[in-house]
């Protein structure tokens, strides 16, 4: 029993390595390069040996204890993420608090698109520069051949990445051992690169540069990259897998290897050209290039994904238009597939690397949006210690400062690349917020203007029964928002086919604040007269409704359905920009164009096209 466990244990892991760690696995290809090259700072042993110690002291802090140690637990119901963090504040929090809390998880996921943007670009270009290495005269291939990577990448989402995925275990697995070897060899010829793991040195550098330092501190952080990706994909793997992964393989293969880089340079500064491809043998640099592009293509691989559950998160919690969601995987539920997404993604990434041209000048735009998300997840983190664990204010409080300082230092340090490209990240954030918050609000507007128009549902039922006008046989499904008022497809349909049908069922699919709904708390099922049957349907934030499904589980509440002999009837509302008060003219035109290109309610609750009445009506916003 306990060797089948450990098996089981030992195949997520490794299903783990290949998912969660390919986007910090990959950080080696050009934060040490980028450390000296952002800054120009000359290639001492004492800056060599200040700036490996603060990469291995921010890996310890922030890595292992911020997110390995402690995020890692602040999980709901065995899911994570910064949406997850977010649903967790809500239910403890005050309304204005609540708004807060909210704004704050919206802007770490806004700024997580720009990273998704970014990620791909740096990783599969720092990869295909080991071809200068090779030959010069390979440098001109070199953009072109990150095109060609990335946009064969994202032209298989499509397919899934179930069968892929197999394959990324053991690549992640190869790729830190070989990070290790490669770096223990040259730790070997210059054993004294250990005296880095002294914070002396970390603390000497910063006292000794004073402001300059800050330059550096933002290529620093770029070891830090995908240290989000261990708390926002713990729903696939669990928690233990990603500690055991982190602590047995990838923190020692990346320390080894960074350190090796640096013995590299106290042994031969000139190698600064490209420490990671560098440090490997000669007759090895080709295969470390192929391996390179397998496991960047990895790390890009886990971000997209990861743009996907958060744009799902996004349409069920209310703040981003429906959009096609199609599952890859019949046994995996966050294996998901979202068109729109991919193609956007794509788009962005062809601009960012043609108009950035190389990894050092996308440096410069790297970094924003990582520790922006990092400095959010900090604050979100004491809501949760201090109202959900009950950890007292001190201690909270004590924890919460460690970690925001360094988080702001970093983040401080990257703004100094805002005019750099450091604007993008920035910029992507801002759009998608400005998104995310017009659709919200303009969903709330949008039912107060029904609800203003709305009549109450008992007296409308009562009277239905006492003077019901001309039944028609069937069953029509009515698809509302609301549990109280009468839906204005019903009205609609009442006053223009003056016919009300055998039996009317009111369906109504609400989100919860959590992940998952269990089956059993799927369906309420209630009768409210002779006719009239209500239901509501509750899934989590990372589900997808299924209309047939739930008339599957109606049947189990005694409520049977005969698919041909039911019609689902729903309200298509023509939005109309108008000068009263809710929004401003500019963001109500802005959620009338996203609610036109919003994918269609049939597509997206999967009904039956063919069972399908809509019914138009205009509200003016």
């Known amino acids: 029993m306990q060797s089948t466990h450990n098996k089981a244990t030992f195949g997520i892991t490794l299903a783990a ?27 001492q042993p004492a800056n060599i040996l ?5 990469v291995f ?15 890692l637990r602040a999980d709901k119901k065995g899911e994570g993420g910064i949406m997850v963090l977010m649903a967790q504040s809500w239910a403890y929090l005050s309304r204005k608090s609540r708004r807060k809390a909210m704004l704050l998880g919206l802007i770490g996921a806004s700024l997580f698109y720009g990273d998704a943007i970014i990620t791909p670009a740096m990783s599969v270009l720092s990869a295909a520069e ?6 010069p005269t390979l440098d001109p291939y070199v953009l072109p051949l990150a095109l060609v990577i990335l946009i064969a990448l994202f032209l298989i989402q499509k397919h899934g990445t179930a069968s892929v995925g197999k394959l990324f275990g053991p690549i992640i697995v190869v790729w830190f051992t070989v990070l290790g070897l490669w770096g223990t060899l040259a730790i070997v010829q210059r054993p004294e690169v250990l005296l880095a793991a002294n914070p002396w040195y970390a603390i000497n550098f910063l006292l000794t540069h004073g402001w300059a330092a800050f330059l550096p501190l933002g290529a620093v952080v770029l070891a830090l990259t995908g240290a989000e990706a261990l708390y926002a994909d713990m729903g696939h793997f669990g928690r233990k897998p990603i500690e055991i992964a982190w602590l047995g393989l990838v923190m020692p293969g990346l320390l080894l290897n960074y350190f090796g880089q640096g013995a590299l340079l106290l042994a031969n500064p000139s190698a600064i050209e490209n420490p990671f491809y560098l440090l490997a043998p000669k007759w090895g640099l080709l295969p470390m290039i192929g391996l390179a592009t397998a496991a960047t293509i990895i790390a890009s691989q886990a971000v997209i994904s990861g743009a996907y559950s958060l744009s799902q998160q ?3 919690l209310g703040f981003s238009p429906r959009m096609s ?14 068109p729109f997404v991919n193609w956007a993604l794509l788009a962005a990434v062809i601009v960012v690397i043609v108009g950035f041209k190389s990894s050092a000048n996308l440096a410069a735009a790297y970094g924003i949006a990582v520790t922006g998300t990092m400095v959010i997840t900090t604050m979100l983190l004491y809501v949760v210690m201090r109202l959900n664990w009950r950890w007292p204010l001190w201690l ?17 340090s990257n703004l100094l690349k805002v005019a750099h490209g450091g604007w993008l990240p920035l910029l992507i954030g801002i759009v998608i917020l400005v998104l995310f918050l017009t659709w919200k609000r303009g969903r709330e507007l949008l039912m107060q203007r029904l609800d203003e128009q709305a009549i109450p549902l008992e007296s409308f039922i009562e009277n239905m029964e006492v003077s019901s006008p001309t039944r028609v046989p069937g069953t029509a499904v009515f698809m509302t928002s609301s549990s109280h008022g009468v839906p204005h497809a019903l009205l609609h349909n009442l006053k223009h086919n003056k016919v009300l049908h055998d039996r009317i069922v009111l369906l109504t699919v609400r989100t919860r604040e959590e992940p998952f709904v269990a089956p059993a708390d799927r369906l309420a099922v209630k009768r409210l007269s002779a006719s009239f049957w209500q239901v509501i349907a509750e899934y989590g934030y990372k589900e997808t409704p299924n209309v047939n499904e739930l008339l599957e589980l109606a049947e189990v509440h005694g409520l049977a359905f005969e698919v041909m002999d039911t019609s689902f009837f729903l309200s298509r509302e023509s939005l109309i920009s108008t000068e009263r008060p809710g929004m401003a003219r500019w963001r109500e035109k802005l959620f009338v164009w996203m609610s036109k290109n919003a994918l269609k309610a049939t597509d997206f609750f999967q009904i039956p096209a063919n069972r399908v009445v809509e019914l138009g009506s205009q509200i003016e916003l």
């Open 314 to 316: 996004a349409i069920q």
């Open 396 to 412: 909270a409080g004590s924890v919460t400062a460690l970690f925001l300082c360094i988080d702001l230092v970093f983040f401080s």
């Open 50 to 54: 200040g700036i490996l110690s603060l």
């Open 17 to 43: 390595l290949g998912v969660v760690y390919g986007d910090i696995g990959t950080s080696p290809l050009y934060t040490l390069k980028e450390c000296f090259n952002i800054g120009a700072l000359p290639l």
């Open 325 to 338: 969601i199609q599952h890859t995987s019949d046994r995996e539920i966050g294996q998901i597939y979202m």
């Open 130 to 135: 080991g071809l200068k290495l090779v030959s």
């Open 57 to 71: 002291w921010a890996i310890l802090l922030v890595v292992t204890c911020k997110y390995v140690m402690l995020v």
